[in-house]
Nanobody, 115 residues
Framework: QVRLVEFGGGLVQLGGSLRLSCARSGIIYGSNAMGWYRQAPGKERGLVATISSGGSTNYADSVKGRFTISRDNVKNTVYLQMNSLKPEDTAVYYC?????????WGPGTQVTVSS
């Protein structure tokens, strides 16, 4: 059974940085894409960034130049380095894995940016 667990959320001031990690347990076969999504209060969950097995990345326009997604395929972990954080980045951040027709989600981690 595939499980995802996020680490690294917390409270940070405007302009600060945080690094989120998402560890995967369980075996998957074939290629996969991992990513980060976020959901702010009263809003729908939306894409932050994704990364393929081969390392191709995709970012939401709102985080380009500030956030960096990376993955360690040996450690089965995906990271999100978040710099120059803004209050509008406040949300619950969810880790996601897609492989074939299957999608898996972590429970989420809260990120709060104070002004």
């Amino acid at each position: 059974q595939v499980r995802l667990v996020e680490f690294g959320g917390g409270l940070v001031q405007l302009g600060g940085s945080l690094r989120l990690s998402c560890a995967r347990s369980g075996i998957i076969y074939g290629s996969n894409a991992m990513g980060w999504y976020r959901q702010a209060p009263g809003k729908e969950r939306g894409l932050v960034a994704t990364i393929s097995s081969g390392g191709s990345t995709n970012y939401a326009d709102s985080v380009k130049g500030r956030f960096t997604i990376s993955r360690d395929n040996v450690k089965n972990t995906v990271y999100l380095q978040m710099n120059s954080l803004k209050p509008e980045d406040t949300a619950v951040y969810y880790c996601n894995l897609v492989t074939g027709p299957y999608a898996f989600w972590g429970p989420g981690t809260q990120v709060t940016v104070s002004s």
